[in-house]
């Protein structure tokens, strides 16, 4: 038998995680799934499952999130204090799993939110749906609303674009524009003129981070209350997620938890599968990342899966580039920046006709950086192969 050398981190592993939920759970050693012949890591499923009775598992233990986050707010003799554990949903993995590690170690006052962005697949919209039924935890939907910022901008559009000798033509286009559509994602671009990108990412925080700050938060600081918001954010993520701390203070009784932060991505899935709740199907269709479909950061594959399975979120992004564009000043706005792609020359006059989402699409479709055609995506795809794509191999 090959073994595996010694773990440097055992409690980072989607075994011995596994087993603490399942202790959590109230599952028996029994219910280890590994046979004596899988020696390496039936010893780790069991140390996470006998870990987790000593309150030692890790962010997922059951008094962690007291322990360390109401540390130094802890209500005096004689003084009460509510807690408050709201999980922040995305539709995503990671932020369903925290919900799961919340239900499973019983904390009062269970809730969740979804900031719905209105750039979400639908399947994404079902899914949180399933979520809140499959669990039971309520799952409350906020909205941004630009009303007011579209009446501010129509009013300096009118006033101060005039007076920088804007064309008429063009400021009264504008104007027309410039009115709440419903859809938050739409009516953030109208108001600012353009998309948002990597560099200039202001969609989550006008679009998740404030509405549900004001929305479900803020009710809450009433000074006698403890608010743990429950993030799923893992540090194997990207380089900003890396140094974040476990629990940090937001101030006003406010408290920001991440109980995945060491958590490996199988860990997540292991989860689901221990809870009996399925991912968001999006994984099983090419998208590595659950968000706004697309968000400004997706990566040049994902633009191919989309562009390819779902037509109309580009039919979509196309007309929401030629409104989004009469708002400009410039009169012109792309959902992806211009500038990402290759083949954008320093003297070319960017418009969302030339340079828009059908152009990205097109430079989705060749091979690494240029025009050449991925002959080999081609043939896969005209043979109608839509098979799993998941870049977490969920189909085995
Ligand atoms: S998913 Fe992407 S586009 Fe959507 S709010 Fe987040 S960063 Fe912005």
């Excluded at 986050?69 to 408050?84: K, L």
């Excluded at 995305?90 to 750039?119: I, M």
């Excluded at 009433?222 to 629990?247: F, K, M, T």
């Amino acid at each position: 038998m090959r073994r595996r050398p010694p773990e440097p981190w055992p409690e980072n592993t989607a075994e011995y995680i596994a087993g603490g939920l399942a202790r959590q759970q109230r599952k028996s050693r029994d219910a280890c799934p590994y046979s004596l012949g899988q020696l390496n890591v039936r010893s780790l499923w069991l140390a996470g499952w006998h870990d987790t009775d000593m309150t030692r598992g890790g962010g997922a233990s059951p008094d962690y999130h007291a322990t360390h986050c109401s540390r130094g707010v802890a209500a005096q003799p004689g003084e009460t204090m509510t807690e408050h554990n709201i999980v922040s949903i995305s539709g995503g993995k990671d932020s369903a799993a925290t919900l799961l590690v919340a239900l499973a170690l019983e904390v009062p006052n269970l809730q969740a939110v979804f900031a719905d962005t209105g750039h979400e697949h639908e399947e994404t919209y079902e899914y949180v749906h399933y979520l809140a039924n499959e669990t039971g935890v309520p799952i409350q939907w906020v909205r941004a609303d630009f009303t007011e910022q579209l009446a501010r901008k129509r009013a300096f559009v009118a006033t101060t674009w005039r007076e920088h000798g804007v064309q008429e033509d063009v400021v009264l286009a504008a104007v027309e524009i410039l009115q709440p559509t419903g859809n938050p994602f739409l009516d953030l671009c109208l108001w600012k003129g353009r998309f948002p990108s990597s560099k200039a990412r202001f969609c989550t925080e006008e679009l998740k981070r404030n509405p549900i700050f004001e929305q479900v938060f803020m009710p809450l600081m009433d000074g006698d209350s403890l608010i743990l918001s429950w993030q799923g954010v893992r540090a194997d993520e990207s380089l900003d997620r890396r140094y974040l701390p476990e629990c940090d203070e937001a101030g006003g009784g406010l408290f920001n938890y991440r109980p995945l932060l060491r958590w490996p991505v199988e860990a997540v899935f292991e989860a689901h599968r221990a809870a009996g709740i399925k991912p968001n199907p999006l994984y099983l269709q090419g998208c590595n990342r659950v968000g706004c479909m697309p968000c400004v950061n997706c990566t040049k594959d994902e633009l191919r899966e989309i562009a390819l399975r779902w037509p109309w979120v580009i039919a979509r992004l196309r007309e929401w580039e030629r409104l989004v564009s009469i708002a400009s000043k410039r009169g012109a706005a792309t959902f992806f920046t211009a500038t990402n792609d290759p083949t954008v020359d320093a003297g070319d006059n960017i418009t969302a006709a030339t340079h828009g989402i059908d152009r990205m699409v097109e430079w989705a479709n060749t091979s690494r950086g240029g025009r050449q055609y991925d002959l080999i995506n081609l043939i896969a795809r005209s043979g109608g192969d839509l098979r799993c794509s998941s870049a977490y191999g969920l189909c085995e």
